[in-house]
């Protein structure tokens, strides 16, 4: 394994003959749709979505946009946290929260806004 991905880096090789990665999960939504639906919904910039600050206003929506970006364009972890200058795991662990608002019985703003959108 540490071998591919060393190929990869290097460029010897891409990621469509490496034999295992699934070719076939298709976007159903566009990236650039979600991050600026999320940021007009918000009330947010981009550069507020992408910058490092921890603020409850930006956290909330980037938490979101990772969700989505997720789930909805089929990108993986690795490349979702290069978008967001970010490491894999903080993504797993966006997801993973914004997954258990979701499953929460109790209704949120994480929800709600979820629950309102035509992409889900």
Known sequence: MF???WLIKSRK????AIPGINRDRKASVDAERIITTVCSDWGITRDNLFSQVRERRFVVPRHICQFLLFEKCKLNYSKIGRMFERDHTSIIHSRKLVSNF????YDNEIK???NSKQWL
């Open 3 to 5: 071998i591919r991905a």
């Open 13 to 16: 090789m891409n990621a469509y």
């Open 102 to 105: 979701l499953t929460a019985k």
């Open 112 to 114: 709600s806004y979820l």
